[in-house]
């Protein structure tokens, strides 16, 4: 059985800057899973992970010769999460092409910030970042048609009266719980 650090050894790395079809259906086999549930982690769909999905490797092809596993802390995998971060960040750009209200997507895109700020002060790309455990840990304090209005409202960008409707509730209800999750996420992530 191959372990992450065998399976990302240097010469896979270099075989896969020579474009080697076995080195990348290697690679794609190695971490594709992780991309995937990276992206749905991150509330990305499940048809929109697989978009995000090509995205990341096509990035990853484009970019393979500017890993570097000599620099301090430089972890194929830990590049890899900041690649998927990104296209993360840019689909939800591409996809939210119109204003939000406060606590809507550009404040989920700010707490993505501050994770990876915290993420670079600790001098690594983590997926378990603050934002992460944070979520996970707050999600357990909620219902689930309160997470599912927070949810649905603030990361993926549904109008507030279609998840008033689709989850039964009145339209403050909605505005409410995503208030309550917002407020409880900041307080767990000790952002003001």
């Keep these: 059985m191959t372990t ?10 270099e075989r896969v800057r020579k474009q080697e079809p076995v080195a990348w259906q290697r690679l794609v086999q190695l971490y594709g899973g992780l991309v995937y549930s990276w992206c749905r982690k991150f509330g990305v769909s499940q048809t929109d992970a697989a978009d995000v999905f090509q995205e990341v490797f096509r990035s990853v092809h484009s970019h393979i010769a500017d890993f570097r596993r000599d620099e301090p802390g430089q ?45 670079s ?54 505005r409410l719980a995503k208030s309550r999750v917002l407020r409880r996420l900041r307080e767990q992530l000790g952002a003001t």
């Design 75 to 119: 972890a194929f995998r830990g590049w890899l999460w900041t690649i998927t971060r990104n296209k993360i960040r840019d689909h939800f750009r591409r996809t939210t092409g119109r204003p939000q209200a406060a606590g809507g997507t550009d404040a989920m895109m700010q707490l993505l910030g501050w994770a990876e700020d915290q993420s």
């Design 121 to 174: 002060m600790s001098g690594e790309a983590s997926p378990s970042s603050p934002l992460l455990v944070g979520l996970e840990m707050v999600q357990a304090e909620f219902e689930d048609r309160t997470w599912q209005a927070f949810w649905r409202t603030t990361v993926d960008g549904v109008p507030t009266a279609q998840v008033a409707e689709d989850l039964d509730m009145s339209v403050n209800a909605v």
């Design 4 to 13: 992450f650090a065998e399976s990302t050894s240097t010469g896979l790395i």
